[in-house]
């Protein structure tokens, strides 16, 4: 019965242990993450990210998952811009290029 109960102790601190906590954040920052529709592990992963809770919300919502968007944020696409290029066919590299000639996508119909 011990050994039951032991392992059934070790199994909660294990699942405790290995959940997403909002560990880091302040009420304030835990409050704007869930107001804008994250969990604890999403918005711990975005905001390794660099990003905070309405900036991801908004990368998010154009369709970039946290790396896709770290790529374009680091080359100075806003989120607007960086939806327009990749929905005219633009991977990042041609769309840095393009963009350095000074022309700009062509909205996809």
């Not at 992963?45 to 990368?59: C, D, I, P, Q």
């Amino acid at each position: 019965m011990k050994t039951i109960i032991g392992i059934l102790v070790s199994f909660m601190l294990f699942a405790c242990a290995s959940a997403p906590s909002w560990k880091g954040m302040s009420e304030e920052e835990i409050s704007q993450w869930k107001e804008n529709g994250f969990d604890a592990k999403s918005a711990q992963v975005w905001r390794k990210g660099g990003f905070n809770a309405e900036e991801s919300k908004e990368w998010m919502t154009a369709k970039f998952d946290v790396e896709s968007a770290k790529d374009w944020s680091k080359e100075k696409f806003s989120v607007e811009d960086a939806k327009s290029w990749k929905q005219s066919g633009f991977d990042l590299d041609d769309a840095v290029e393009e963009r350095s000639k000074g022309l700009t996508p062509v909205k996809a119909k």
